[in-house]
């Protein structure tokens, strides 16, 4: 004897696959936000890395996007401990994990005191005891546009979310710019 389904169990079915597909779609679409939103933070960590070795290192530091290995990754000018009177090298620092877009992510622009570094390889060098690029950072995925600008005597970056800063985050003052540069802590 055959048996065929029934309407009524073809409508359960469907009902039930579209109840499925109506908790799963969300998360998928909202995976890519979170991949972005994990991406911005390790950047943000980078770049707080970068800020504090050059505001309290003595070696120069950088900021280089690795074509090799398609990451953002932060190096140091060492001198080899075998030989010191060679000349230095750079070295990537060991300390700082190198970030790399998840699927889904782009690093769509950085820039450098206002000039745009683009292709598959940049740097940023900083110098110990003069004045640090501003450095900007555009984030894209899925439903996020993160920036994360990275101000000359700042130790952190600022970073905002889709056009407003991120909570928690306080804006960088300028207290020689406010007149406030002689003013007692």
């Given at each position: 004897?055959?048996?065929?389904?029934?309407l009524i169990?073809?409508?359960?079915?469907?009902?039930?696959?579209?109840?499925?597909?109506a908790?799963?779609v969300?998360?998928?679409?909202g995976?890519?936000?979170?991949?972005?939103?994990v991406?911005?933070?390790?950047?943000?960590?980078?770049?707080?890395?970068?800020?504090?070795?050059?505001n309290a290192g003595v070696?120069?530091?950088?900021?280089?996007?690795?074509?090799?290995?398609?990451?953002?990754e932060?190096?140091?000018?060492e001198?080899?401990?075998e030989?010191?009177?060679?000349?230095?090298?750079?070295e990537?620092d060991?300390?700082?994990?190198?970030?790399?877009?998840?699927?889904?992510?782009?690093?769509?622009?950085?820039?450098a005191?206002?000039?745009?570094?683009?292709?598959d390889e940049?740097?940023?060098?900083?110098?110990p005891?003069?004045q640090?690029?501003?450095?900007?950072?555009?984030?894209?995925?899925q439903g996020?546009?993160?920036?994360?600008v990275?101000?000359?005597?700042?130790s952190v970056p600022?970073r905002?979310?889709?056009?407003?800063?991120r909570e928690?985050?306080?804006?960088?003052?300028?207290?020689d710019?406010?007149?406030?540069?002689?003013e007692?802590?």
């Open positions: 004897m055959r048996r065929a389904f029934t169990e073809l409508i359960v079915v469907t009902a039930l696959l579209a109840l499925v597909a908790m799963v969300p998360r998928l679409s995976m890519a936000r979170r991949e972005g939103d991406a911005a933070e390790r950047l943000a960590e980078l770049l707080s890395m970068f800020a504090f070795r050059d070696q120069q530091s950088a900021i280089w996007m690795n074509p090799d290995s398609g990451c953002v932060l190096w140091t000018l001198p080899d401990p030989e010191p009177e060679k000349p230095r090298r750079w990537i060991r300390h700082v994990q190198p970030v790399r877009m998840p699927p889904g992510v782009e690093l769509a622009e950085v820039r005191d206002g000039q745009v570094l683009g292709g940049w740097r940023i060098v900083g110098s005891g003069s640090r690029p501003r450095i900007e950072m555009r984030l894209m995925a996020l546009e993160s920036t994360l990275l101000e000359p005597g700042a600022t905002t979310d889709n056009g407003a800063l928690g985050v306080r804006p960088p003052k300028d207290l710019r406010m007149g406030l540069d002689r007692p802590w």
